[in-house]
Nanobody
């Protein structure tokens, strides 16, 4: 059974940084892309960033480009999301997810397995 465990969330002031981790198990890590999604209160879940399994190509939603960096460690079956210059509008629960083969990592519907999320709160 696939398991994804996020960590690294917390409370930070605007302009600060956090690094989220997603430790995975129960599936062949190198066979799937991994995505980070977020859901703010009262809003739909949105794709934030993802990294492919084949060539480690990356995607970022426009609002985080230049501030967030996704990376992975195949040896540790772990994906990271480094977040700099955080803004209050980044406040959300952040989820990592395994992207299904052929799935669109920009959309929640493209995910196969989900973690339970980690809360990021950015104060102004």
């Amino acid at each position: 059974e696939a398991q994804l465990v996020e960590s690294g969330g917390g409370l930070v002031q605007a302009g600060g940084s956090l690094r989220l981790s997603c430790v995975t198990s129960g599936f062949t890590f190198v066979d799937y892309g991994i995505g980070w999604f977020r859901q703010a209160p009262g809003k739909e879940r949105e794709g934030v960033s993802c990294i492919s399994n084949s060539d480690s190509s990356t995607y970022y939603v426009g609002s985080v480009k230049g501030r967030f960096t996704i990376s992975k460690d195949n040896a540790k079956n772990t994906v990271y999301l480094s977040m700099d210059n955080l803004k209050p509008e980044d406040t959300a629960v952040y989820y990592c997810a395994v992207i299904d083969v052929g799935g669109n990592c920009r959309e929640p519907g493209g995910a196969k397995y989900w973690g339970k999320g980690t809360l990021v709160t950015v104060s102004s």
